[in-house]
């Protein structure tokens, strides 16, 4: 499977030399629409806490997040990974900006699917209770 | 990994005979305890169809419904897994009558642990959006 799909594109320059348009050049990544979003991926994506923290690290922040913007403790080939299956999962869209790959959260996407889903887990992720259950 | 610890208890009968007491033979299987249960383990237990049919019957049903009223497109000993990690990851309580295994969804202990996960798991599962996202 292609990491990406090269549909760059080639432009005639006024001096009619063939050259790449760095601006223009799209470099585009599989992702699921959002009605495809499937329930088994989503929370297999979400049971590992590498691609939790991930997830909250950008429901925390800005939009458009660089790989490289992630502390990790993993190899940056494992880090690719699951950057990798949260987007083929449909939890973020990635993209390419220049040679960065930039991260956004799929929150409305998922949302939409799964309503409430998605901020569980990040309350989950964030401030789990401790506290025993079922002494109500 | 023994399927079922066996303590078991012995009792002296009036005739002075060691005998199985059957009715108070207790044959426990391992549990966490709710402050234990894992997000990990959850999430990754859900993510399963066929164990989300199994909690999602267990949600919408009485407790203690014996693992035989499961009608699952799966062998006898795969069943017996899906509800092992079900058991194992705190989602159900798992105890015997007779040679019978009774099942239950520990919806309280993980509403207190992790709020509105479970509910949005069983919202997803049985009625999953399929409406466009991202267009409000």
Redesign the interface.
């Given at each position: 499977m292609p990491y990406y799909a090269d549909d760059s594109t080639l432009e005639v320059t006024p001096g009619n030399v063939i050259a790449w348009n760095q601006e223009e050049t799209v470099r585009t990544l599989p992702h699921p629409d959002?009605?495809e979003i499937a329930?088994?991926?989503v929370?297999?994506a979400?049971?590992?806490?590498i691609r939790?923290r991930i997830v909250t690290q950008l429901a925390g922040g800005h939009d458009d997040q660089a790989c490289i913007a992630f502390d990790l403790p993993v190899t940056k080939s494992t880090s690719t990974h699951h950057f990798r299956v949260l987007r083929e999962a449909g939890v973020i869209t990635q993209r390419y900006r220049g040679t960065a790959i930039l991260n956004c959260l799929?929150d409305?996407?998922?949302?939409?699917?799964?309503?409430?889903?998605l901020?569980?887990?990040l309350?989950?992720?964030t401030e789990?209770?401790?506290?025993?259950?079922?002494d109500?």
């Open positions: 959002a009605q329930l088994d991926q929370l297999s979400l049971a590992d806490p939790r799929r409305e996407d998922l949302d939409a699917r799964f309503p409430g889903l901020g569980a887990v309350a989950a992720e789990p209770s401790g506290a025993p259950a079922g109500s």
